[in-house]
């Protein structure tokens, strides 16, 4: 019910339904032969308003539609990329993981002259 009296504010033929009435009433009092033929147009008027609204909320919706359809696919590839970095860096902590282990597990004696920094951090790691 909105939706028509929205269309008759908003369109020109819900505009022109609504002059037409008007000019039915008072064909009713000064020119009553017409009355009928003004209140067939107004109604013919206000159909057209109607379809009119509805084609400009199906075209909405279809653009809103394809808005979506294209953040989807856009979000897919953010999904994607995503998923692609957590993977190599999932790759690379196991890397560094073994190469810890290994560096952990390695005896005093293959240590070699190493800087205090890097010695003390190696320390930490064991």
């Not at 199906?58 to 294209?70: H, S, V």
């Amino acid at each position: 019910m909105i939706g028509l009296a929205l269309a008759l504010v908003w369109t020109v033929p819900g505009i022109a339904a609504l002059v037409s009435m008007g000019a039915a009433a008072l064909a009713f009092a000064y020119l009553p032969r017409l009355a009928v033929p003004l209140i067939c147009l107004a109604v013919i008027l206000y159909g057209v308003a109607f379809v009119s609204r509805i084609r400009d909320e199906i075209d909405t919706a279809r653009r809103d539609l394809a808005t979506a359809k294209a953040t989807v696919e856009t979000q897919k590839l953010s999904i994607a990329a995503l998923e692609r970095t957590s993977a190599a860096a999932a790759t690379r902590a196991k890397a560094n993981a073994a190469a810890r282990v290994r560096i952990g597990n390695a005896p005093a004696s293959d240590d070699g002259p190493v800087a205090p920094v890097l010695g003390q951090t190696l320390q930490r790691f064991r």
